[in-house]
Structures are given as C-alpha cells and as structure tokens.
C-alpha cells in the first residue's frame, strides 16, 4: 500500500469527478491522503474531505506561505482557532515562497516561525514549502532546531547537499512527480538518499509526472512516482512502498 503524504484534494479541479479520482485512488493502492490546508478559503472542502472518507483523508492545518499578505495576522488567528477545537496531524503547509512575490517576505518569515511554534506546542511535524528559499528557510530552522522539530520538506527539489542539511534537522524529503522529468536532476539526488528519508507525494491537482506531465494530477499517479524510485534505487516497488509507508506513519503518528 502507498500512501500520498501531500494532496489538495479538496481542490475545485477535481468538483466534477472528486469521488471517481478518490476511487481511482484506493483502487491503485493508496490507502491514505494527507491534505494541507492553504488559508481559511479552504478549510472547509478540506474537513468536508475527512468526514466523506474517514480514515483515508487526514488535514492539516497551516497558512500557505503565498497566502500570507495584508491580513495573514487574521488568518493566522483562524489558523489557531482550528487548532483550538480540535487536532490535526500536522501543520501545514506552511514555509517561504519566494517565487511569486517577495512583497512580504518578512510577514512569510513571521509567520513560519510562529507557526513552527504551534507545531512544537501541539507535538506535530510541520509541513514545509519552500520555493526559491532554501537558505531563507535554513535560516530560520536552524533558530528552531532541536528533537522537538521535525516534519516533511514538501516537494523537494533541492541539491544533495541541501538534502542532507534538511534530513539533519529532522525532516523527511517529499518526492513527488518532478523526479520523473527528464532533466529535473531530482534522480541523482534522490540516488544518494536512504529511503529511511523519503515520503511520496502528489501534490495534486499540481506537479504530475510523466506521462501525464503538464495535465492535472491526482493521487492515483503516485505509483509513477514509486515506479521512478524503484528504478532509481534498483529495488522492487514494493520495497518503496513498505519503507515509505512506513516513514509516512511515523511521522504523522499514524497506525496503519
């Protein structure tokens, strides 16, 4: 069994056909699907999501790094409202994006810290998006670090030099369908990790991997990505999906 570690399920790309794309899923084999939360606009589908398919679909609760901007205090107390009620296993996706808009960057700074901060009060990994903000981010875990900090760094595309300082601080690297792109280079990273430090992810409806490359993803194609993996490391998929099923449970404190 598989599970995909990253998923916006809830997204309005799959409102026609969600419940077909969620069977599709569970007929490939993938058991589970952890959704990150984006702002307050997507709360709802999302916890809609997990009443629909308990058990399957877990959320997350964060702030997106590119829905950080004038209000991202209020979303921010929204984000600690939710946690308030009730718990969730992970806070995410929360992190730097540098590659859209560096207009608030220092609020995206303010609000990864705090938000490592809620994660560390609730004894939950954080879920990590970095784009274009590797050292910027570094920067702030290494502030944070400690066995209390631990998590996912979500669609990672980094060196392996930046693969090993992010396993140093206790984060697992999410691979997803850019390691089936031709000339991503994500190959020979992941050629040199362990698979002890990896998790599979989609993050559909974004990222699918080849063949379906440039049309809309969905969590059925995680087997893609593991087929890649396998061949990467030379092992049977079946060795990629017990070992990354296994980090998978670990992290989000999951009984399989």
């Given at each position: 069994m598989f599970i995909d570690t990253h998923t916006h399920l809830y997204s309005e790309q799959f409102d026609d056909d969600r419940h077909a794309m969620l069977q599709r899923m569970l007929d490939a084999g993938i058991s589970k699907a952890f959704l990150p939360n984006i702002d307050s606009t997507s709360i709802e589908g999302m916890l809609q999501l997990e009443k629909d398919y308990p058990d399957i679909c877990?959320?997350?609760?964060?702030l997106h790094p590119c829905s950080v901007n004038e209000n991202y205090e209020?979303?921010?107390?929204?984000?600690?409202?939710?946690?308030?009620?009730?718990?969730?296993?992970?806070?995410?996706?929360?992190?730097?994006?540098?590659?859209?808009?560096?207009?608030?960057?220092?609020?995206?700074?303010?609000?990864?810290?705090?938000?490592?901060?809620?994660?560390?009060?609730?004894?939950?990994?954080?879920?990590?998006?970095?784009?274009?903000?590797?050292?910027?981010?570094?920067?702030?875990?290494?502030?944070?670090?400690?066995?209390?900090?631990?998590?996912i760094f979500h669609c990672f595309t980094g060196t392996v030099e930046q693969a090993h300082r992010a396993i140093g601080y206790n984060m697992l690297l999410g691979i997803g369908g850019v390691v089936t792109f031709k000339n991503s280079g994500l190959d020979k990273v992941v050629a040199e990790i362990d698979l002890k430090h990896l998790v599979l992810e989609t993050d559909s409806p974004y990222l699918a991997p080849t063949p379906h490359r440039g049309k809309r993803n969905e969590s059925s194609y995680i087997t893609l990505v593991a087929q890649k993996i396998?061949?990467?490391?030379?092992?049977?998929?079946?060795?990629?999906?017990?070992?990354?099923?296994?980090?998978?449970?670990?992290?989000?404190?999951?009984?399989?």
């Open positions: 877990y959320p997350m609760m964060g209020e979303e921010l107390a929204r984000v600690e409202a939710e946690w308030a009620k009730r718990p969730f296993v992970a806070v995410g996706e929360i992190g730097i994006d540098l590659y859209w808009d560096k207009t608030f960057f220092t609020q995206q700074q303010d609000a990864f810290r705090r938000q490592i901060q809620l994660a560390k009060k609730h004894k939950v990994p954080i879920i990590i998006h970095c784009r274009e903000s590797f050292d910027e981010i570094f920067e702030i875990l290494e502030e944070e670090k400690g066995d209390d900090l631990y998590g396998a061949e990467i490391h030379n092992c049977p998929i079946e060795k990629i999906a017990e070992i990354t099923t296994a980090n998978a449970l670990k992290v989000f404190n999951i009984n399989g």
